[in-house]
């Protein structure tokens, strides 16, 4: 049997830290939605933390969902600084974002006041916005 091995980065989880909804109105397909996505990181020895502050309103505030979600990714210690700033600025975001989608998906939709489905989205210009915040740690 071959051996297996570790990727380089790897997805290691999430935790929602903070999450508030406010509806004043029933949702629909109709409703105009945007979407604030504030990023931020830390790099540790082997494992880097990014947090998203996810914010997604109406334009006339009666929608309202805010959250701040922590995902956890490790990489091997010896990996290429070019290489960890690829992963860290544009495949975690990536990896992370599906969750936040299933999980407003979900809490607006056993919210019973329609469910909000968010798109798939380029996070290009969140990954150069993480670049510029991501605080290295000595552990």
């Known amino acids: 049997m071959e051996k ?28 105009e939605l945007g979407i604030s996505i504030i990023p931020s ?6 494992k880097f933390v ?5 914010s997604i309103k109406d334009r006339t505030g ?3 969902v805010d959250l701040t979600v922590d995902g956890s990714f490790i990489f091997k210690e ?12 544009a495949n975690a975001p990536a990896l992370i974002f599906p969750y936040i989608r ?20 380029n996070l290009v210009d969140v990954g150069r916005e ?4 991501i605080n290295n740690q000595v552990e």
């Open 50 to 54: 990014l947090t998203l502050e996810v």
């Open 102 to 121: 299933a999980y407003v998906c979900m809490l607006t939709s056993l919210s019973g006041a329609g469910s909000v489905v968010l798109p798939t989205l």
């Open 78 to 89: 010896d990996l290429e600084n070019n290489k960890l700033g690829i992963f860290f600025t």
């Open 4 to 31: 297996v091995n570790n990727s380089e980065f790897r997805f290691d989880g999430y935790l929602i830290k903070e999450s508030s909804i406010k509806i004043n109105k029933e949702v629909n397909d109709s409703t």
């Open 41 to 46: 990181g830390v790099r540790y020895k082997e």
């Open 130 to 133: 993480l670049a510029t915040k």
């Open 62 to 64: 009666d929608f309202c």
